[in-house]
């Protein structure tokens, strides 16, 4: 039909700029923002070679090591993939997951942490399946009572290896992060203060993406900061690969929207650079084909809030405390960290 031309999925950069500006309300620019992930990712993967490097004999014994940092990498990380759980026994896993995080939670004295809001582990609804692995389901803000759900894709109905290509990209070290980013102290805890503390229904109602995704991504690297798993190498290593991953989604975002990225840059990019599994891969690449921006919020997000709680962080001087910082950014709800 000559009134609707076809048009290529990729909106071109003078859109993305504009959606850039007002989805995400931050002060950076995509080309900045670019530039930013580009430079953490090489921060990323020398932090990656140096862990690697390290558990090198432990995973792969007397065989020689490769001369290239990338494949020495990519090595040790597909023996750490393996192990993970069954796909029948990854909601088991999970939930027990919640539950340790829960107490690490309350033992290091982070949050007023609210233990009256049931926080339950489940599979997946149809209704909310097809898009990831994992996702959390709150309590709307108009709703006065109910459960908080962290939803895990049913693995056991999948094609088996599908199911062992998801496994390995959320084995037993990254479904721990998984775990943080969705359900604690990452989706469903905020979502349980967007609700009850925000103060506005605006601020519950209308949510801020790079705040929200910021803050899952935020409480991962809190954790880890705080002394989660014992600082096991294997663990920093994961956490590395994580945030690799959240710099890969800015790249991979701008890159198709504006640099006119193929199907095979990304692919090259998640899998060679990243370190992505297959699976993990083809879905990345899917939703950056039917969304814009989205997959920026992450990288953007967890920037301003680590500057934010700098800044604080100085101005309270020897009077700061964590806790102290996280009830009060957690006070307005979901609003652009910008206006926090």
């Known amino acids: ?28 620019t995509p080309e900045q923002m670019f530039v930013k992930a580009d430079s953490a990712k ?35 990380l597909e023996k750490i993939s393996l192990h993970h759980a069954s796909p029948q026994h990854v909601v088991d896993t999970a939930t027990q997951l919640v539950h340790d995080l829960e107490r690490f939670v309350i033992s290091k004295d982070l949050f007023n942490y609210d233990t009256t809001h049931p926080l339950i582990v489940r599979i997946m609804p149809a209704y909310a399946a097809g898009v990831s692995l994992a996702n959390a389901e709150f309590i709307p803000p108009y709703q006065k009572s109910g459960t908080t759900y962290y939803n895990i894709s049913d693995l056991s109905k999948m094609p088996a ?12 070290y990254s479904l721990q992060f998984l775990s943080m980013h969705e359900a604690m102290p990452g989706h469903c805890m905020q979502g349980v203060y967007n609700n009850k503390y925000a103060g506005s229904k605006i601020k519950s109602v209308f949510t801020n993406g790079a705040m ?4 899952a991504n935020y409480g991962e690297q809190m954790m880890m900061e705080n002394g989660w798993g014992n600082n096991a190498p294997e663990l920093w290593l994961t956490f590395y690969k994580v945030c690799n991953g959240a710099c890969s989604n800015v790249l991979t975002d701008y890159g198709i929207q504006c640099l006119n990225y193929s199907k095979e ?76």
């Open 265 to 340: 840059d990304v692919e090259k990019l998640l899998k060679n650079e990243t370190f992505q599994e297959d699976a993990q891969v083809e879905e990345k690449y899917h939703r950056a084909t039917v969304s814009q921006v989205q997959l920026c919020s992450y990288f953007i997000g967890l920037t301003d809030i680590l500057a934010l709680r700098e800044a604080y962080k100085n101005k309270m001087g020897s009077t700061y405390r964590l806790k102290d910082f996280h009830e009060k950014f957690l006070s307005y709800g979901s609003a652009p960290v910008k206006y926090i």
């Open 161 to 172: 290896a599908d199911a062992e290509s998801e496994l390995r990209e959320y084995n037993t």
């Open 212 to 215: 929200v995704e910021g803050w």
């Open 42 to 76: 090489h921060y990323y993967r020398k932090e990656m070679f140096r862990i690697a490097n390290e558990l090198w004999t432990k995973y792969c014994g007397d065989i020689k090591k490769p001369t290239d940092s990338l494949q020495l990498i990519k090595a040790v």
């Open 1 to 28: 039909d000559k009134n609707y031309p076809f048009r290529d999925f990729r909106i071109g950069k003078e859109l993305f700029d504009r959606k850039f500006k007002y989805d995400l309300v931050t002060d950076y």
